[in-house]
């Protein structure tokens, strides 16, 4: 797949999908994910990324300032906009479309680390809102976001078990995988600690060597030593990138998420958000104990405990959690 997004989506007539997909459930999703058409408008640095890398970086940012532009519709909107449609008023289903490529951007950016890029997560989910627009029936009283998101979820891990790894996962398996990742981010952020085999087989109700079988399908490993074959005198650890060398889809992913974090801990004060940031490893993927935090900041244990239930508190009681939600609970 081109890495090129089609930039102009918004004032062209959208390529048909014809490709058979199976039917949504009757029922829409969890309403939960109304709220996930968030801005995706990004600053991304690229003074020390290489010349190749800028542009495919600079392609993510004009993608993102471009859909920025398109307002987000509001109930009434959607209901008006799926009646032309079902009148096959093209210029309406467009609109409906481009005012919901940011929820694919917001759905797309949490499947970076399962074997495509950004880039290609953003398309795939892109064909899926195409088909939630032609499927989509407002008369069952749910919002168009809450319908989509099963459709651009579908196209994305289908798109995953069949490019995104050398040997081919049933689509069940991926699922299985994705839903594994958020329970143990979850446990990690309530436990303030990595999850044993044991507790993620309680919290997901499979047994531990479910869990564990699945863990080694993410955790597939190979001797870097393996040479790459008969006619090449390399070995697998020569074609390693350099993780400094500013990949553009974990640039942009670990961007947004930056930025979300930082959003959401601003209505902390400044000390709520440092002991949060390390008590979570929420940059650096590294949760310090509560006794690590009370050494570095000259406090007793007792008291980060207290300081961070007091943010906690402050978070349950504030809308923007959600922003944080959206990388806890993305199944």
């Known amino acids: ?12 007539q959208v390529e048909e999908v014809v490709e058979e997909t199976p039917e949504a459930p009757a029922a829409a999703p969890a309403a ?33 300032n471009s859909i920025g532009k398109t307002p987000l519709l509001t109930a009434e909107d959607e209901i008006e906009l799926a009646k032309r449609v079902a009148q096959s008023d093209q210029r309406a289903k467009n609109h409906l479309i481009t005012a919901n490529l940011r929820l694919v951007v917001s759905i797309a950016k949490r499947y970076c680390d399962l074997g495509l ?11 899926g809102l195409i088909r939630a627009v032609e499927k ?18 579908q196209a994305i891990t289908r798109a995953i078990a069949d490019k995104g790894r050398n040997i081919r996962l049933p689509v069940h398996a ?10 143990r981010r979850q446990l990690t952020f309530d436990l303030g600690r990595y999850p ?31 040479p790459v074959g008969p006619d090449d005198d390399r070995s697998l650890v020569d074609l390693i990138e350099d993780e400094y060398s500013g990949h553009p889809t974990r640039t942009v992913a670990h961007k947004m998420l930056s930025e979300d974090i930082a959003e959401v801990l601003s209505v902390l004060t400044t000390r709520e958000q440092e002991i949060l940031t390390m008590r979570y490893g929420l ?18 244990r007792e008291r980060i405990r207290q300081i961070e239930a007091k943010a906690l508190r402050k978070l349950r009681h504030h809308g923007m959690r959600k922003r944080l939600d959206e990388y806890l609970h993305d199944d």
């Open 1 to 12: 797949m081109s890495e090129k997004l089609d930039l102009t989506v918004m004032d062209t």
């Open 32 to 64: 939960e994910e109304e709220d996930e058409m968030e801005s995706e408008t990004l600053s991304v640095d690229e003074e020390n990324l290489r010349p190749a890398r800028e542009d495919e970086i600079s392609s993510i940012q004009v993608y993102l």
């Open 117 to 127: 890029p950004l880039l290609d997560l953003i398309q795939e989910g892109n064909t």
């Open 136 to 153: 989509y029936d407002y008369t069952k009283g749910y919002r168009f976001s809450t319908y989509a998101t099963w459709w651009i979820r």
């Open 174 to 183: 991926t699922e299985a995988i994705q839903r594994l990742k958020k329970i």
């Open 196 to 226: 044993t085999d044991e507790e993620l087989a309680v919290a997901a109700e499979l047994p531990v060597a479910k869990i564990r079988q699945l863990k080694r399908i993410v955790k597939r490993t190979v001797s870097l030593a393996t």
């Open 283 to 300: 940059y650096d993927d590294r949760p310090r104990s509560l006794a690590e935090i009370g050494t570095k900041m000259g406090v007793t």
